[in-house]
């Protein structure tokens, strides 16, 4: 029996341009106006990167620290940005283990897409908040990941933790 899991939302992704910039969702997102951001999910503008959580997180929390510049390597960015991802990832730390109480963390980078990267050609760090016990059978025996909290709540729990509201 095959199984099926409805996911619409995720269109707009699948079917956007891979080329290069063109299309590219973390520019869009990047360079689209600051009034937008609780839209977009951006918690945070700095001025070489931004900290966004994933619309599409593999658990609650997943932050992902961007470069504004359409980069797709960490050779390709300047002192200055490689400078200022670091410490938004230390800030993202701060704001998971504060805001989330979470109990762990992982997370990095993928280059390419041979090397796992959704969107190769724009180069993003995930930080991601773990906690004893958050995985369970459904990834195991569905293949299913279970998100136990909105992409709202998220923000709301974060935001302050970023210098908002």
């Not at 609650?60 to 200055?80: A, Q, T």
């Not at 980078?109 to 908040?129: D, E, F, K, T, Y």
Request: charge should be negative; include cysteine.
């Amino acid at each position: 029996m095959s199984e099926r899991l409805w996911a619409p939302w995720r269109h707009d992704y699948v079917t956007s341009p891979a080329d290069g910039k063109s299309g590219c969702v973390f520019c869009g997102i990047g360079e689209d106006d600051p009034s937008n951001d609780r839209e977009n999910l951006i918690l945070h503008r700095a001025e070489h990167a931004f900290v966004v959580l994933n619309r599409f997180p593999y658990i609650n929390g997943h932050l992902m620290i961007v470069p504004f510049r359409h980069v797709g390597d960490i050779s390709s960015l300047k002192k200055e940005e490689r400078c200022e991802i670091m410490e938004l990832i230390m800030q993202s730390e701060e704001a998971l283990r504060m805001g989330m109480k979470c109990q762990g963390m992982n997370g990095g980078w993928n280059i390419g897409s041979a090397g796992g990267a959704g969107i190769p050609g724009h180069l993003h760090v995930h930080v991601l908040p773990r906690w004893n016990g958050d995985t369970n059978f459904m990834t195991t025996v569905g293949s299913i990941r279970v998100v136990s909290q909105s992409l709202e709540t998220a923000m709301d729990q974060l935001n302050p933790y970023f210098g908002g509201n």
